[in-house]
């Protein structure tokens, strides 16, 4: 809707209300706009639902032998486009997949590339400020592997030895905190991804690494010596993890958590989850034994999407 | 766009984000000085060897040559850092004990300069074979050894006529740097995409490493036009034409 400057400085003028008024039918018009352009609005005047995913976010989103993204956050973003497709009453809706990387999962989320993320993003308050999560579906500890030879018992063991951590991760600055509070001195190495990291450690250029103990499970269920790792007790922080989905929309957000919702109440996620975290996965049907947490059952009993 | 964000203190850190691109940027500097020197070193000799009289000399040069320009950088940088420590149990040993951004630093030196230098190899090659042979049997009648008539005579020569394309050498290892942050490296591109990634002002982060780039890669070049003018002969080949 196009408002004419003229007609609105009339009205005020009318009214005897200049700025008030124009203040007003400046923000109306604005709301207005915000509503409109919503996902959901997107999604039925192109005929498609675009999804993002990783390319090797095991077990939550990833490529498998096939090439095709699979994964506990795919199964439950594909739930999600089946209740689109029920709400715009389009059950020929197009669905495309769309690899994204850590780096530009929410620029393409914010310019329209992708609708929804579907892979394993914290969900923090500061990210908070560029876009909107789903409810948390699942919940990581952030904590510290080393090698089961190693004499390192705690994070204070680790004064003055190489730590690998993955460069552009949480984990890089929560480190330097922990620095900061106890007065350790890591020597901090950064591996350009969660794999080259993980070398580092399995080279013994590190002497440990930080990260996201599901991420670490994966790494570790697919080494050469699984049996050879152990994590160190200490969690530097809980963080969850949800879909990642465009900042003010609610009616796509509510799309998607009452859909989350009622997937946590008939057990779905529960059974989604037994398959992803606790059987054998593609490609190399290795199973990552990784039983659920009392935080994420916390988070299934009573959903929210309460940020870090 | 919010340029402010260069002033903000990064979390859990005292610096502000300007203050660590300006770190990454001296790491940028400090690897691409290094890098020039060992591979115009490297460059030169085995591009004399290329050329000079020894059969031997010339294949070795030529294997060295392929070997380091085709394969590609990235790898290059991954085999330095990774793989070769896991080769030589000494260096494993001192590589472990050392302060890690060290190694990385002479990791991404020796990567950036061995492979530049294979590149400049075949450009002062080049220079040499555009001479003629009439410069080389001149100098050897008139009782030069090889390694005079190299010093004073065809080197002199060649590097006033490679100059162009050692300029744009120059500045590709500027750019090259940037692959450094494959090895974790703290350079500029490095520190880019950490600030992208925590503070996600992806643009400014960008805006301003390319802004930085071009500076230096412009700089380089401003350097190398001087002095390619400063050391033009009248009359030799490759001298610069006072009109540009």
């Not at chain 2, 490297?42 to 591009?47: D, H, L």
């Amino acid at each position: 809707m196009m408002i004419r400057p003229d007609s609105i400085t009339a009205l005020a003028r009318a009214l005897g209300l200049t700025g008030l008024v124009g203040a007003l039918a400046a923000s109306f018009s604005c709301a207005l706009a915000q509503d409109l352009g919503g996902t959901l609005k997107k999604v039925r005047e192109a005929g498609t639902i675009v999804v993002g995913h990783r390319d090797s976010s095991i077990p939550f989103s990833y490529l498998d032998d096939r090439q095709a993204p699979v994964g506990y956050s795919v199964e439950l973003c594909l739930r999600i486009v089946e209740a689109v497709k029920d709400t715009l009453k389009m059950p020929a809706l197009k669905v495309q997949m769309q690899a994204v990387t850590s780096s530009n999962r929410i620029p393409l989320l914010q310019n329209g590339t992708v609708d929804l993320e579907c892979g394993s993003t914290t969900n923090s308050i500061e990210r908070q400020r560029q876009v909107a999560f789903g409810l948390t579906t699942f919940v990581t500890n952030v904590k510290v592997v080393v090698k089961k030879s190693s004499a390192i018992q705690s994070l204070a063991d680790l004064n003055g030895k190489p730590v690998a951590t993955t460069s552009g991760t949480t984990s890089v600055q929560l480190l330097r905190a922990h620095e900061k509070a106890k007065g350790i001195d890591f020597r901090e190495i950064y591996g350009k991804d969660h794999a080259e990291s993980f070398l580092l450690l399995e080279n013994d250029r590190a002497a440990a690494f930080v990260m996201d103990d599901i991420l670490i499970a994966g790494l570790v269920a697919n080494s050469r010596n699984a049996k050879d790792y152990r994590f160190l007790d200490e969690v530097l922080r809980t963080e969850p993890y949800g879909i990642m989905i465009r900042k003010d929309d609610p009616a796509f957000k509510k799309l998607v958590d009452d859909t989350l919702a009622s997937l946590m109440r008939s057990g779905e996620v529960a059974r989604l989850y037994a398959r992803w975290f606790t059987s054998p996965i593609p490609p190399r049907s290795i199973n990552l034994e990784f039983p659920m947490s009392k935080e994420l059952a916390e988070a299934i009993r009573s959903p929210n999407d309460r940020g870090i | 766009m919010n340029w402010q964000i260069f002033l903000e203190t990064m979390p859990e850190g005292d610096a502000a984000w300007w203050e660590m691109l300006a770190s990454g940027l001296g790491w940028t500097l400090a690897c691409a000085a290094c890098a020039w020197v060992i591979a115009l070193a490297a460059g030169t000799g085995i591009g004399i060897a290329r050329t000079g009289a020894s059969r031997a000399a010339a294949r070795a040069a030529i294997i060295y040559v392929e070997l380091f320009r085709n394969i590609p950088l990235i790898v290059q940088f991954f085999l330095w850092y990774f793989v070769l420590p896991e080769l030589c149990a000494p260096l494993k040993r001192w590589v472990i004990e050392a302060d890690p951004s060290v190694v990385q630093f002479l990791a991404a030196t020796s990567c950036l300069g061995l492979f530049t230098s294979a590149r400049i190899a075949e450009q002062v090659r080049a220079g040499i074979e555009s001479l003629g042979r009439g410069q080389r049997q001149a100098a050897r009648a008139m009782g030069l050894s090889e390694a005079q008539c190299y010093r004073h005579v065809l080197l002199p020569v060649t590097f006033r006529v490679i100059m162009p394309p050692l300029t744009s050498e120059l500045m590709n290892l500027v750019k090259n740097t940037a692959v450094a942050y494959s090895i974790g490296l703290a350079e500029l591109f490095f520190r880019t995409r950490e600030m992208g990634e925590i503070t996600f002002r992806y643009f400014e982060a960008f805006a301003a490493a390319t802004l930085a780039y071009m500076v230096i890669a412009l700089a380089a070049n401003r350097a190398m036009r001087f002095i390619e003018r400063r050391i033009a002969v009248p009359g030799v080949a490759g001298t610069a034409r006072s009109a540009h």
